[in-house]
């Protein structure tokens, strides 16, 4: 199964500033289509989870321009621009490229 | 708007059945795959099966493979999971969500005796 490894596992933000959320993957994610298909949810304190990026960088409707994702092959990222008190929660990436489907462990933002 | 509402969960015995449900609405359901994904309490997501859109291609999970089966009755806009045998482990909140892009609010089962 291809492993997702996310870092930090805890990230302390002020408001107003930058975040950074890192993800990497056990193998390669570029399918055989020549997409890569790598999504980054948020999950926020007793709601479900919600897609904010698909296929690396691509922002699904409704989602503040703020969040951005980016990187290739194993490497990924996801930028939030300025964190607003609304970004409170957890941010998983996940692979849907090989089968099983894999998550990340998630990355826990919170407001310092 | 588009929405996704799943049933079934509650409390079951090791080794007992439980069917879940998931009443689609506000999209042409037929026309997308469906996936079930789960959350431990207080753990990560785990990704736990995917049905296509005509339900001719199934994939799960390692953990489950065997013991649980998806279905969905495109007359009815309505995805199933059946899961069977199950364990102490298969506690969490149930989620169905259509191509990864909306998601339901969930379903609790627990697994206890």
């Known amino acids: 199964d291809v492993v997702m490894t996310q870092s930090p596992l805890s990230l302390p933000v002020t408001l107003g500033q930058p975040a950074s959320i890192s993800c990497r993957s056990s193998?390669?994610?570029?399918?055989?289509?020549?997409?890569?298909?790598l999504n980054w949810f948020q999950q926020r304190p007793g709601q479900s989870p919600r897609r904010l990026i698909y296929?690396?960088?691509n922002r699904d409707s409704g989602v503040p321009d703020r969040f951005s994702g980016s990187g290739s092959g194993t490497d990924f990222t996801l930028k939030i621009s300025r964190v607003e008190a609304e970004d409170v929660g957890v941010y998983y990436c996940?692979?849907?490229?090989?089968?099983?489907?894999?998550f990340g462990g998630g990355t826990k933002v919170e407001i310092k | 708007q588009v929405q996704l509402v799943e049933s079934g969960g509650g409390v079951v015995q090791p080794g007992r059945s439980l069917r879940l449900s998931c009443a689609a609405s506000g999209f042409t359901f037929s026309s997308y795959g469906m996936h079930w994904v789960r959350q431990a309490p207080g753990k990560g997501l785990e990704w736990v099966a995917v049905?296509?859109?005509?339900?001719?291609?199934?994939y799960y999970a390692d953990s489950v493979k065997g013991r649980f089966t998806i279905s969905r009755d495109n007359s009815k806009n309505t995805l199933y999971l059946q899961m069977n045998s199950l364990r102490a482990e298969d506690t969490a909140v149930y989620y169905c969500?259509?191509?990864?892009?909306?998601w339901g609010q969930g379903t609790t089962v627990t697994v206890s005796s």
């Open positions: 969500a259509k191509g990864g892009g909306v």
């Open positions: 193998q390669s994610l570029v399918h055989s289509d020549g997409n890569t298909y």
């Open positions: 296929k690396v960088s």
């Open positions: 996940m692979q849907g490229t090989h089968w099983p489907l894999t």
């Open positions: 049905i296509s859109y005509d339900g001719s291609n199934k």
